[in-house]
């Protein structure tokens, strides 16, 4: 049976966008939910790290689900836990898709595929986590396994279906193991409880049980170490005795044959420094349910620019799961992910294999103090919130809070931070989605809260949506003079290609600035570069009170290497402001009110509405191309700090038919704050 993961802090996630696969974002409210494993030895540690499910073959490694169903909540994420056992002398694969039952994916659940690995010896558990929508409730899908590969085969089952409640919580949890916890949550994340645990794995790692208010039990946990700023590394990281710091937790785990999961309880991590390899394949970073998202505090120990350390290192890590921190107070990034040759600029001095399958989820990322040089491994141009590098496929940034950095919001770039490296690098599968970007690029100038760059030119299945982006321009006190001042909030920059940016909203920001003259540009809601098949479709786009942002600059960069920018479409969205006169012009040749664009295949434009609520207008034409079918002078009914629209807006019937937001971003429970620069409408 599940356990109730109804939570004590009201939190829940978000729909989560699936690479490859999302036509747009649904939000969810994104809370831990145990598999149900349907038998009561099912949570008992066994040898060779099977926990549940119908294994064929002792005789050979074998890899199956832990049951043939599972059960969710409305508004939550679904976890499905996949055991190999028996022998595993050799190195082992197996893809994972879903499928459709009475659930539709892209409006009740997330549609996820993927492959889950393990090396020479491993026998931990994988968990694959489903994002499950608000009106899923009483619906079913599936998941199938297939493509095995290695030292393995496929015992039973290899199917099953998810269930989601009707009536928003899921059966208790049963366990034959003993022991009781608790714990009690306040509003502000908080912590206190104590607890003990029965049963272990021939490697030490506990599988407790247990109930808290928030309703997790820890008895419904997959097998893990845990560690608490009150344990000790003498201890056998158990949840009654836990390590103490999680570089030791790490090389517990990069034995081979232990658990691959660590639990990092409630409290504050001084000086957190933790840098992961190759080493560390298949780990699972996560917070203690009980505890709460985001109780546990990783603390980099920044005041300032060049102080403190990055928090978070990810250097040719695959399979890697980082879920539910708070990050915060850190020199560069908060989470740093590389892959490829060596990128000296942006920080990482070592070559690395590929990073594929990081999920970075339901984090909340804090007080990144990126220096504004351009020249330097702490540059402003290659640090950030949530920074990628080099080959990192099928990497997800899902459910985060990212707030007050100096630099970029979130970054992704498959070269180097130069651009002129990693030639075969790529970002295919690069999903950013339902995450909180407020009080970015805070000293750097020409960076974006959201920010993608492929001068490759061949990434693909990159999907940008159902964000929530506020104040992304540059503070004066702060800012690099001697580089371009205008910042983005959703930035498509030299040659980001195949990428979809649909369902987000881009809120009003502070210190919005006009081009200061010829060949410079002015704050702006999207920029593109040199980039082709992109779309940007359903999004809500605050351009202010100042009548001086830019809604979307649209240029090719010289050069004969540079592909044809076509295949570009610009649709559905809604621009609103609230100023008196005209939307000022710019100086940049790339760049007028509303459009601009250099030497390139002019995008496809349709349906976009713009409504001023001031006495003012909005541009919809500039020197290159207009749009040929706006919507003007039809007020979409935009409301609050969240942009709600009302049922009755124009803009849900034809021409645009625009699909409401998924909205729901952050962390379960996180409710966007109202201090920032003021909507609009």
């Known amino acids: 049976m599940c356990p109730d993961s109804t939570s004590g802090i009201r939190r829940g996630p978000l729909m989560l966008s699936s690479a490859n696969s999302f036509n747009a974002a649904l939000a969810v409210l994104c809370l831990a939910i145990a598999a149900c494993n349907g038998s009561d030895s099912a949570n008992s540690a066994t040898p060779s790290g099977v926990s549940g499910g119908t294994i064929k073959d002792q005789a050979t490694s074998v890899v199956a689900f832990t049951s043939s169903g599972y059960s969710a909540i409305p508004a939550s994420t679904a976890l499905v836990t996949i055991n190999r056992g028996g022998t595993s002398m050799g190195a082992a694969s197996a893809s994972y898709s879903t499928a459709n039952g009475t659930a539709v994916a892209g409006v009740d659940y997330t549609a996820t595929t993927g492959t889950v690995s393990w090396e020479?010896?491993?026998?931990?558990?994988?968990?694959?986590?489903?994002?499950?929508?608000?009106?899923?409730?009483?619906?079913t899908f599936n998941i199938a396994l297939s493509n095995i590969t290695g030292e393995a085969s496929f015992g039973t089952p290899t199917a099953a279906t998810i269930t989601v409640s009707s009536n928003g919580s899921t059966?208790?949890?049963?366990?034959?193991?003993?022991?009781?916890?608790?714990?009690?949550?306040?509003?502000?994340?908080?912590?206190?409880?104590?607890?003990?645990?029965?049963g272990s794995t021939s490697s030490g790692a506990a599988s407790g049980s247990g109930s808290s208010s928030s309703g997790t039990s820890s008895a419904s946990l997959p097998t893990g170490y845990y560690v608490s700023p009150n344990g000790s590394d003498s201890n056998p990281g158990t949840l009654a005795a836990p390590f103490r710091t999680l570089a030791h937790a790490q090389s517990v785990m990069e034995t081979a044959g232990n658990a691959k999961v660590v639990y990092v309880r409630a409290g504050t991590y001084p000086g957190a420094s933790l840098s992961l390899t190759s080493a560390d394949n298949g780990q699972t970073w996560s917070y203690y349910p009980p505890d709460g998202y985001n109780s546990a505090v990783l603390d980099g120990g920044a005041s300032g620019m060049n102080t403190g350390n990055n928090v978070i290192t990810v250097n040719g890590t695959s399979n890697l799961t980082i879920d539910g921190l708070t990050i915060q107070n850190f020199k560069n990034w908060g989470i740093g992910v590389h892959g490829g040759p060596p990128d000296v600029v942006g920080g990482f001095t070592t070559a690395a294999p590929t990073a594929g399958g990081v999920t970075v989820i339901n984090n909340i990322v804090n007080n990144g103090y990126t220096a504004n040089s351009t020249s330097n491994a702490n540059s402003g141009w290659s640090g950030g919130g949530i920074y990628a590098s080099g080959s990192t496929t099928d990497l997800h940034i899902l459910n985060n809070v990212v707030t007050n950095q100096y630099a970029n919001g979130i970054r992704a770039i498959p070269t180097n931070s130069s651009g002129n490296t990693n030639p075969n690098g790529n970002q295919d599968g690069l999903t950013i989605s339902n995450n909180v970007v407020l009080m970015t690029n805070q000293a750097i100038g020409d960076g974006g809260a959201i920010y993608v760059q492929d001068i490759n030119f061949d990434s693909t299945g990159i999907t940008i949506s159902n964000n929530f982006i506020r104040d992304y321009q540059s503070s004066p006190a702060l800012r690099n003079s001697t580089i371009p001042t205008r910042d983005v909030a959703i930035y498509l920059d030299e040659g980001a290609c195949n990428v979809t940016i649909t369902g987000n909203i881009i809120g009003a920001t502070s210190n919005a600035i006009a081009s200061p003259g010829p060949s410079n540009a002015s704050t702006m809601a999207f920029y593109s570069s040199s980039g082709h098949n992109n779309i940007w479709m359903g999004n809500i786009v605050d351009l202010g009170t100042a009548g001086v942002i830019q809604n979307f600059d649209y240029e090719i960069d010289s050069g004969s290497s540079v592909p044809t920018m076509s295949g570009n479409s610009f649709t559905g969205n809604i621009f609103i402001g609230n100023w008196s006169g005209s939307q000022d012009g710019y100086g940049s040749g790339s760049g007028p009110s509303a459009y601009g664009g250099g030497a390139a295949v002019n995008p496809t434009l349709a349906h976009n509405l713009y409504y001023n609520y001031g006495t003012g207008s909005l541009s919809t034409t500039g020197p290159q191309f207009a749009d040929p079918s706006p919507i003007n002078g039809r007020d979409p009914l935009i409301s609050g700090t969240t942009y709600t629209m009302s049922s009755g807006s124009p803009a849900f019937s034809g021409p645009m038919n625009f699909t409401e937001i998924a909205g729901h971003w952050g962390p379960p429970g996180y409710v966007i704050p109202d201090s920032g620069t003021a909507p609009s409408p």
Request: avoid cysteine; charge should be positive.
């Open 120 to 139: 020479p010896g491993d026998t931990s558990s994988r968990i694959i986590r489903i994002p499950v929508s608000l009106g899923s409730q009483g619906k």
């Open 171 to 198: 059966p208790s949890a049963s366990s034959s193991s003993s022991g009781s916890g608790t714990a009690s949550t306040s509003s502000s994340g908080s912590t206190s409880g104590s607890g003990t645990t029965s």
